[in-house]
């Protein structure tokens, strides 16, 4: 039997878990007392003072809780589907999770198309997403590649429309370059409406430090 790894959630389950009755609001990680929060189906409690660097834990597990989230929905699919359950239909996994079909089925695509084994450790699953178009034996490599050079998701997404270009004339997947990081920047930048006035500002990636000049519309 496989094993679908379910873990508890906060981050994207957060919206849907704020319509169960207040009765349901246990605790689903951590508790009270040295580690100062815990997390419930309708948030996060704090209770004492928190350093930075505690911060900074709480954070990072919302990420992995949150990350493992949309693998966990798609295991979850994908091993009811396999198994054959009545609940696995998407009419129904819609009513049991509050996410949409979209949702749902994108999480089962990814799962389908990565399993366990084939996860890249130290990328998400945004990243994993963003692989989708390539062809499957190209997918982890790819990944493995994400990683060692530091590639947001958006560069992986970039690499991808270079691939295929590559692929259309015959080239390897050797021929193509690394995605230029200003470019991910740019091409994740928000596009700001017209007529409205601009100023400079700078901008800083939180992951890789990178630096680069925006304008943006100036606050009426």
Not at 92 to 102: K, N, P, S
Not at 106 to 117: H, I, T, Y
Not at 183 to 210: F, Q, S
Request: charged share 20%.
């Amino acid at each position: 039997m496989r094993s679908i790894g379910l873990a508890p959630h906060v981050g994207d389950l957060a919206r849907k878990l704020a319509a169960v009755p207040s009765a349901a609001a246990a605790p689903l990680a951590a508790t009270d007392g040295a580690d100062g929060y815990r997390l419930t189906a309708r948030g996060l409690v704090v209770s004492r003072d928190l350093s930075n660097a505690e911060f900074e834990q709480i954070g990072t597990r919302l990420g992995q809780i949150a990350n493992a989230t949309n693998w966990s929905i798609g295991d979850w699919i994908v091993y009811g589907e396999r198994a054959a359950l009545v609940s696995a239909k998407y009419g129904r996994a819609q009513e049991i999770t509050g996410f949409t079909y979209a949702v749902l089925s994108q999480a089962a695509r990814v799962a389908e198309a990565f399993p366990m084994d084939m996860r890249v450790a130290g990328l998400s699953w945004t990243h994993h997403r963003a692989a989708l178009p390539l062809p499957s034996g190209e997918r982890v490599p790819v990944l493995h590649r994400a990683l060692g050079e530091h590639w947001t998701a958006t560069m992986v997404s970039l690499f991808i429309d270079e691939r295929q270009r590559a692929m259309a004339v015959g080239l390897p997947l050797a021929s193509v370059p690394s995605p230029p990081r200003e470019a991910a920047h740019r091409a994740g930048r928000t596009l700001w409406r017209a007529n409205k006035p601009r100023r400079r500002k700078i901008r800083v990636c939180p992951k890789c430090g990178h630096r680069w000049e925006v304008q943006t519309t100036a606050r009426s």
